[in-house]
T-cell receptor
């Protein structure tokens, strides 16, 4: 099956700096890559996603890049704010085999005011 | 729209007891999944369903059963609870496997 690895496991940045979280996947058939944010005690919520026919996608301060050849994708958060502090999960899904989403182990991001 | 709902929010079981975690969605989503979340291990897929009457195993299915008799409901059954099943359980639904998954609020289960 798919194996998704996520790094780093913890990340601390100063407010206003950028944060980058990286994920790699093993199955070249994966074609949908969402990122979820989970605040303490809450449910995961989608913040951005990318499909395999696109190399980059941006939504205000958040961007995701995908390199299909290297099988890795990254989340970029610019101008970080304290409310960005949370755990972020990447995931990969294969459209041909049903609803199987494979998640990374998460990155705990702390933005220091 | 209530979205994805789960009951109960908290549950304590003794080893060997059985119980059912309930999950329902009102978005007419075909795809539904159950995950468990353990510290440092992310979200691991237990079982999933691509439509009423169709279910399949995920990464960690042992000790759990599911059924999908309607589009709306996807209950998860623990047959004989074990301490290793202490976890937070999330149900999720999506329109398709290439669309956003919506998560329920979670059930925190402790098995003594």
């Amino acid at each position: 099956g798919e194996n998704v690895e996520q790094h780093p496991s913890t990340l601390s940045v100063q407010e206003g700096d950028s944060a980058v979280i990286k994920c790699t996947y093993s199955d070249s058939a994966s074609n949908y890559f969402p990122w979820y944010k989970q605040e303490l005690g809450k449910r995961p919520q989608l913040i951005i996603d990318i499909r395999s026919n696109v190399g980059e996608k941006k939504d205000q301060r958040i961007a995701v890049t995908l390199n299909k050849t290297a099988k890795h994708f990254s989340l970029h958060i610019t101008e970080t704010q304290p409310e960005d502090s949370a755990v972020y999960f990447c995931a990969a899904s294969r459209a041909l085999t049903g609803n199987q989403f494979y998640f990374g182990t998460g990155t705990s991001l702390t933005v220091i005011p | 729209n209530a979205g994805v709902t789960q009951t109960p929010k908290f549950q304590v079981l003794k080893t060997g007891q059985s119980m059912t975690l309930q999950c329902a969605q009102d978005m007419n989503h075909e795809y539904m999944s159950w995950y468990r979340q353990d510290p440092g291990m992310g979200l691991r897929l237990i079982h999933y369903s691509v439509g009423a009457g169709i279910t399949d195993q995920g990464e960690v299915p042992n000790g759990y059963n599911v059924s999908r008799s309607t589009t709306e409901d996807f209950p998860l059954r623990l047959l004989s609870a074990a301490p290793s099943q202490t976890s937070v359980y999330f149900c999720a639904s999506s329109y398709s496997q290439r669309n956003e998954q919506f998560f329920g609020p979670g059930t925190r289960l402790t098995v003594l």
